[in-house]
T-cell receptor, first 114, second 114 residues
């Protein structure tokens, strides 16, 4: 069965430092992976996706993610964190048997400390 | 939150009452989805619809019902049979049900049942 794990409930990073939010997945077949961000009491905003091709995917707001097939990981990264990056981040994998349904991780709360 | 609107933003109901949450999109998307978000549990799929007049149960459909009479609209009814209805409800849509299409989310409705 397909699943996504976000091993860290909370990540704290100082402003200006690089940040990483971790995600590992389990899926049959080729993985289609997504990152979303959620600000308080708002819907989710799409950041980036991996479908095929280059393992380093660039997305919105300076975020990027690295797909690693051997480690079944899709970690979200940013070279220099901003206070405004503080939010809840979700990793998701597409259900290969469903109609583009997404399975979401439990989320990681990122706090960027000024 | 793109071209997806959800209303109302906050909804309060007494236990035993049915309540309908609105979701409208002007993106001309074929597919629409309803998710439920609870703290620490990520998002869970309630129902999805790939096309007008067709919809499928997700992982937690019990106690919920939907309709898709128009392409733009996908209302969700939370019935009195739903044992724990208090949650944040998110509607989403995607161009189609192809694997590479990301979902776009509305701003959500926070339902509180007492």
């Amino acid at each position: 069965a397909q699943s996504v794990a976000q091993p860290e409930d909370q990540v704290n990073v100082a402003e200006g430092n690089p940040l990483t939010v971790k995600c590992t997945y389990s899926v049959s077949g080729n993985p289609y992976l997504f990152w979303y961000v959620q600000y308080p009491n708002r819907g989710l905003q799409f950041l980036l996706k991996y479908i095929t091709g280059d393992n380093l995917v660039k997305g919105s707001y300076g975020f990027e993610a690295e797909f690693n097939k051997s480690q079944t990981s899709f970690h979200l990264k940013k070279p220099s964190a901003l206070v405004s990056d503080s939010a809840l981040y979700f990793c998701a994998v597409r259900d290969p048997t469903g109609a583009n349904n997404l399975f979401f991780g439990t989320g990681t709360r990122l706090t960027v400390i000024p | 939150d793109g071209g997806i609107t959800q209303s109302p933003k906050y909804l309060f109901r007494k236990e035993g009452q049915n309540v309908t949450l609105s979701c409208e999109q002007n993106l001309n998307h074929d597919a629409m989805y309803w998710y439920r978000q609870d703290p620490g549990q990520g998002l869970r799929l309630i129902y999805y619809s790939q096309i007008v007049n067709d919809f499928q149960k997700g992982d937690i459909a019990e106690g919920y019902s939907v309709s898709r009479e128009k392409k733009e609209s996908f209302p969700l009814t939370v019935t009195s049979a739903q044992k724990n209805p208090t949650a944040f409800y998110l509607c989403a849509s995607s161009i189609a049900t192809g694997s590479s299409y990301e979902q776009y989310f509305g701003p959500g409705t926070r339902l509180t049942v007492t």
